[in-house]
Nanobody, 119 residues
Framework: QVQLVESGGGLVQAGGSLRLSCHASGDHFSLRTMGWYRQRPGKQREFLAAVSSGGTRHYADSVKSRFTIARDNVKDTMTLQVDRLEVEDTAVYYC?????????????WGQGTQVTVSS
């Protein structure tokens, strides 16, 4: 079993930056590929970025110029650096783990962290 806890959300002004963190506990070997997703108000949950256990990264085309995913396998943490925030980035951001590949969805989800971007 794996437990995921996100942190780092909050209220930020447009144009600013934010770093989200995801801390994993439990079975380290079950983490496999990890990723970030978000759900904007009234929209479906969408993929943002993923990173394999070996460090290979994959991004959604819509965010690759502003989002950076990173992973620390020793600390079992994953981060998402978001730069040049836009009002449209307002969403609940979720950590995901246990995926079999960079384009797969893993079994495990965190509870989400709210990011609100003000204009």
């Amino acid at each position: 079993q794996v437990q995921l806890v996100e942190s780092g959300g909050g209220l930020v002004q447009a144009g600013g930056s934010l770093r989200l963190s995801c801390h994993a506990s439990g079975d380290h070997f079950s983490l496999r590929t990890m990723g970030w997703y978000r759900q904007r108000p009234g929209k479906q949950r969408e993929f943002l970025a993923a990173v394999s256990s070996g460090g290979t990264r994959h991004y959604a085309d819509s965010v690759k110029s502003r989002f950076t995913i990173a992973r620390d396998n020793v600390k079992d943490t994953m981060t998402l650096q978001v730069d040049r925030l836009e009002v449209e980035d307002t969403a609940v951001y979720y950590c995901n783990a246990g995926a079999s590949g960079l384009t797969s969805i893993g079994t495990y989800w965190g509870q989400g962290t709210q990011v609100t971007v003000s204009s």
